[in-house]
């Protein structure tokens, strides 16, 4: 393995990076670039894992908020991050990368149902997994499951891969130009201060179980590897 400083990750990817420009769907040179990037960490010998979202098809809070029953919205969603999840294997094993897909939900005809040991020992036979579905339960976000999934697997680290911003900010950079940029923070900083980088459950799981997070501009290339390498790009959150 190269001099890397993170030898297992969870790669949190949101649903609008695999949209790019286009705002929502799939956006076929778009991951086929994120595929790319990830190989390339891929071939430094690391562990990857990666959670993917589904808000480039479905919100399941937006479905609750136009009168639909949230959980029946939520399962919509969970379904949503399955889609993406098969056009990133896709698009990873036609580059020479071995991937798994497993779902929090069973559907055997597509995917491997999520088996906690069986998924590390993917990783340590040297394939990528993409876990779907979220946690299989409505109300818990895909950065719940990123941060239940790196718990589970003993990651090193959750890579969040952001669409545009480069990190932590005291407020919306896009609309506030006062906004501050933090370099380092705790998980409870986050959860005191009420940045929006995670939900509540996802930092107090991320905190209870000691588990780093960086945050960084997943539109930049090569951003991912340099996060594994060591580099300090973006937001760094650890300890409490």
């Not at 420009?21 to 990666?50: F, M, S, T």
């Not at 009168?67 to 991050?81: F, V």
């Amino acid at each position: 393995m190269a001099d890397v400083r993170y030898k297992r990750v969870i790669l949190k990817l949101s649903g609008e990076a695999l949209a790019g420009d286009q705002g929502n769907g799939i956006n076929p040179p778009e991951i086929r670039k994120v595929a790319e990037e990830i190989k390339e960490v891929y071939q430094l010998g690391v562990q990857i894992a990666i959670v993917v979202g589904g808000g480039n098809m479905w919100r399941g809070e937006s479905g609750a908020q136009m009168g639909m029953e949230r959980s029946q919205a939520d399962y919509i969603g969970m379904l949503a991050t399955v889609m993406n999840a098969l056009a990133l294997q896709d698009n990873l094993e036609s580059l020479g990368v071995p991937t798994r897909v497993q779902t929090s939900i069973e559907m055997r005809q597509i995917a491997e149902p999520y088996i906690r040991r069986k998924a590390i020992r993917h990783l340590e036979k040297g394939r990528i997994v993409i876990f779907a579905a979220g946690t299989g339960s409505p109300y818990f976000s895909t950065d719940t499951t990123a941060a239940l999934r790196a718990s589970e697997i003993n990651a090193d680290v959750i890579l969040m891969a952001k669409n545009g911003v480069d990190g932590i900010y005291s407020a919306d950079p896009q609309k506030d130009r006062d906004a501050v940029k933090f370099t380092e923070l705790t998980h409870l900083d986050i959860i005191s201060k009420g940045l929006h980088v995670m939900d509540t459950t996802a930092s107090s799981l991320s905190m209870d179980n000691d588990i780093p997070l960086v945050v960084f501009n997943m539109n930049k290339s090569g951003n991912i590897k340099r996060v594994v390498e060591g580099e300090a790009i973006g937001t760094t959150v650890k300890g409490k």
